[in-house]
């Protein structure tokens, strides 16, 4: 089992520290940071990135860590009357605890297992955050930025249309101690402003993963079954799959099935 400071890591935390420095200097230089930024890490491991931000010269920075041997090491060896060290776990933590001081900057490394559960908490929470960089897996940032394609589905519909994504640093395995098996990449994120109106919000996105439930059948296919008036849509857009569909295309015919007025439609291009 591997050690950092003595300490065993966790698999079940699915604890990779990271162990290059042109990295974390990367997430700092990305976001804007000044004396009055208030920053929030999630899951601080050793402490790698937690040293970096404290270097900069922020407001405040809020530390959630579930690993009490790391939150107690972290604690210890970066004594600064800036930094508040929170053991809870992430999932759990209600965020209001942040407005006080919102807009909030993220820097995170996001323990791979829970990355998707992390991000619907942001999302919920996009307007206490300004901006933020985060650590996932190459897999997990290529379906959040697909616009088409395997890959694409409900995920990357539902995070584009919150937040404003960018594509940053691919990091090898090597990055890191124990090295996991897969790459990993540095995303940038800023909740979108204006949001675009999806009338009866909630039951767009459940008819959203319906729609993609099988990507690669037609959309008829996927929606025959269903309580959806599928005659309400075209047939050229039926022979559509979900993955040559954007997210206007969507809305369009969301407009034509939900009880909501009907938007004005034209079939969707094959891409």
């Known amino acids: 089992m591997a ?5 065993y890591l966790k698999k079940r935390y699915g ?26 890490e999630i899951g601080c491991g050793d402490g790698f990135l937690t040293r970096a931000i404290l270097h900069t010269n922020i ?8 690993d009490p041997e790391w939150a107690a ?3 210890k060896e970066l004594p600064d009357p ?4 929170h053991e809870v776990n992430i999932l759990d933590q209600d965020f209001s605890m942040l407005d006080a001081d919102a807009p909030w900057t993220l820097l995170a490394n996001l323990p791979y297992q ?5 991000l619907h908490r942001l999302q919920q929470s996009r307007h206490r955050l ?7 897996q190459e897999e997990v940032a290529q379906k959040i930025v697909k616009t088409h394609g395997k890959g694409y589905g409900h995920p990357s519909l539902f ?10 640093d691919k990091i090898p395995p090597t990055a890191f101690l124990p090295p996991p098996k897969v790459f990993s990449r540095l995303l940038y994120f800023k909740p979108r402003q204006n949001l675009q109106p999806i009338p009866n919000e909630d039951a767009f996105w459940d008819f959203i993963k319906v729609c993609f439930k099988q990507p690669r059948r037609t959309l008829r296919n996927n929606l025959v079954q269903t309580h959806y008036d599928i005659a309400k849509i075209p047939e050229s857009t039926l022979l559509l799959r979900a993955q040559q569909m954007a997210f206007d295309d969507f809305l369009k015919v969301w407009g034509l099935i939900s009880s909501s007025p009907s938007v004005p439609f034209d079939s969707p291009r094959c891409s």
Not at 114 to 118: E, G, R, S, W
């Open 3 to 7: 050690q950092a400071q003595g300490i």
């Open 15 to 40: 604890q990779h520290f990271l162990r290059d420095q042109s990295i974390v200097d990367h997430m700092i230089e990305r976001v804007t940071l000044d004396a009055h930024s208030s920053v929030f």
């Open 59 to 66: 407001k405040q920075l809020w530390v959630f860590e579930l």
């Open 73 to 75: 090491y972290v604690r």
């Open 82 to 85: 800036r930094m508040q060290m």
């Open 114 to 118: 829970i990355t998707f559960p992390i």
């Open 130 to 136: 300004r901006e933020g960089v985060i650590m996932v």
């Open 159 to 168: 995070f584009q249309y919150y937040f404003e994504w960018e594509m940053l």
